[in-house]
């Protein structure tokens, strides 16, 4: 696989293939080789980050994964790549979680089909 730089190289370096997936024996988080993040381990090394930010409030993995996700929507990333880099089993379960956020609504939607269709 080729990598390259940025959020597509990050996720080359760790396993994780940005077109198809993660192999069974490959750990996108590592405490060393083969060997899975321990969440205790985890949560201290995010403690420790959040307190050299000066961050009062500890964030939790799972609402730092849904800002992640809120923060790409904001972005304009599309839901499919949403989707690949959220490691969902379909577009629908991104769409179930995140829908809401998505821009445009089905008034907007109307309004640009009536837009492009009127002569």
């Not at 409030?57 to 304009?76: K, N, P």
Request: negative net charge.
């Amino acid at each position: 696989m080729a990598c390259q730089s940025g959020l597509q190289g990050t996720y080359c370096s760790t396993g994780v293939s940005v077109g198809g997936g993660v192999a069974d024996d490959q750990l996108v988080l590592a405490d060393g080789p083969g060997m899975p993040y321990r969440a205790a381990s985890f949560y201290r090394r995010a403690d420790r980050a959040w307190a050299e930010a000066g961050l009062t409030d500890r964030l939790r993995l799972h609402q730092a994964r849904h800002t992640y996700a809120s923060f790409m929507i904001a972005a304009g990333i599309n839901a499919k790549a949403l989707s690949v880099f959220m490691g969902h089993s379909s577009i629908k379960v991104t769409f179930d979680l995140y829908g809401h956020l998505m821009p445009g609504t089905e008034a907007e939607a109307a309004a640009l089909l009536d837009a492009f269709l009127d002569p």
